[in-house]
């Protein structure tokens, strides 16, 4: 399956919060992502089907010389098919362009897919944070670091 990753827009926000549904137990409304879009320290991703489906999305905060990855989800039906990797490449890739140091995020214990996404990125395990997602759910908590420039 072919897709392109390229920064969003005001007419992806209904789909992004379709497809938030499909891949969180708490998920964001739509006007959570509206406010998303008018903050000027956020930068988010879709990934789009050749027909103009929107498959996946992701972003960050842009928080000083740090990058705080917000989400990423990719509809199940696209799943294994390299698309949260290509979402993360675009986050590294822009985070790096805005002279970012270090990118990080909270990910669920359980959350399997997810860690391993994230480690074969290069993302290292800094600790967990206790109940970050309910009680006895702890979040893990992940670094990327940029090397300095020589
Ligand atoms: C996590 C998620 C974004 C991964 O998206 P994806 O498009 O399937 O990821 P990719 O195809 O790019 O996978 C890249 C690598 O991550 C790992 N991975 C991804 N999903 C995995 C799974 N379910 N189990 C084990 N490893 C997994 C694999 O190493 C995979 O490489 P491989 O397919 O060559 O083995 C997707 O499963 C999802 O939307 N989950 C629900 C929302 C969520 O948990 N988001 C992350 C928390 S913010």
New binding site residues.
């Given amino acids: 399956m072919s897709f392109t990753v390229r920064e969003y827009g005001l007419n992806d926000l209904a789909a992004i919060a379709e497809l938030e549904k499909q891949?969180?137990e708490n998920p964001w409304s739509y006007s959570a992502f509206c406010l998303e879009y008018a903050d000027e320290s956020k930068h988010y991703f879709v990934a789009e089907t050749a027909s103009g489906e929107v498959a996946?999305y992701?972003g960050f905060a842009h928080v000083e010389d740090e990058a705080h990855?917000m989400?990423?989800?990719?509809?199940?039906k696209?799943?294994?098919?390299?698309?949260?990797?290509?979402?993360?490449n675009a986050i590294l890739e822009k985070s790096r362009e805005l002279g970012i140091r270090a990118v990080t995020?909270e990910?669920?214990d359980a959350?399997?897919?997810?860690i391993?996404?994230y480690e074969?990125a290069g993302f290292e395990l800094a600790g967990l944070r206790p109940h970050y997602y309910g009680w006895g759910k702890p979040a893990r908590i992940y670094w990327y670091y940029f090397l300095p420039a020589i």
């Fill in positions: 891949c969180f996946g992701g990855i989400n990423i989800g990719v509809s199940p696209y799943r294994r098919q390299g698309i949260g990797s290509a979402i993360l995020l990910v669920n959350n399997v897919g997810a391993a996404l074969k």
